[in-house]
């Protein structure tokens, strides 16, 4: 199973809702990564979690809280959005935090997020 | 800081060869991943340099020259489906888990 999977693929929320996204992988990987990405634009690292504790933190806004309860899951829990969230939101894993760079990471195919 | 530099927009006809550059100035570096993403789907990995010198995989192969800063990303015998946008990224922060991207060269292959 070499494969990240994410649901919901699409959600459309008020900005008073809360949601959350989940993110699964099986492949034994310990580091695990939301991104953010605009159309026509680069994904954009939010947070990463290095052997399920929260390791990186690019001064996210609070709305947005992770969680990584266990070594194959990964939630994003989504409160009073701005429409300018809206984006499509990616996870990924990769193998091993700490070895030099060449872990490559393994992208799930994203939520598309509708903030209105 | 950190920059990744590479052409935003590329054409080129199918069956043809296409290199797309990558340059980045950074405090450090850990290799330089190519990413492969086509329109509303998740990035794919493509390749990783870490020492200089070419690196092929079938159709695809990257360069890397650490004294330039610059990679590039050589695709032969185009075909209709490599139309997609393709991400330069390196590897930093502690532990090489912060993956920074450069804006991405989006390449529409023609008939």
């Known amino acids: 199973d070499t494969e990240v999977t994410q649901t919901p693929k699409h959600l459309v929320m008020g900005m008073t809702n809360k949601k959350s996204l989940k993110c699964e992988q099986h492949m034994g990987h310990r580091a695990m990564y939301w991104y953010k990405q605009k159309a026509k634009k680069p994904p954009e690292l939010m947070f990463v979690?290095?052997?399920?504790?929260?390791?990186i933190n690019e001064s996210v806004p609070s709305r947005f809280s992770p969680e990584c309860p266990n070594s194959s899951h990964l939630f994003l829990h989504l409160h009073t959005l701005q429409p300018e969230d809206s984006a499509l939101y990616l996870c990924?894993?990769?193998?091993?935090?700490?070895?030099?760079?060449?872990?490559?990471?393994?992208f799930g195919p994203g939520t598309r997020l509708t903030v209105t | 800081g950190q920059n990744i530099d590479q052409p935003t927009e590329m054409t080129a006809t199918e069956g043809a060869i296409v290199q797309i550059n990558c340059t980045y100035q950074?405090?450090?570096?850990?290799?330089l991943f190519w990413y492969q993403q086509h329109a509303g789907e998740a990035p794919t990995f493509l390749s990783y340099n870490v020492l200089d010198g070419l690196e092929e995989k079938g159709r695809f192969s990257s360069f890397l020259s650490r004294s330039k800063g610059y990679s590039y990303l050589l695709l032969k015998e185009l075909q209709m489906k490599d139309s997609a946008s393709y991400l330069c990224a390196a590897p930093f922060g502690s532990g090489y888990n912060k993956l920074i991207f450069g804006a991405g060269t989006r390449l529409a292959v023609h008939p």
């Open positions: 950074t405090s450090g570096f850990n290799g």
């Open positions: 979690y290095s052997y399920e504790k929260l390791s």
């Open positions: 990924a894993s990769s193998h091993t935090p700490g070895r030099r760079g060449e872990d490559e990471q393994y």
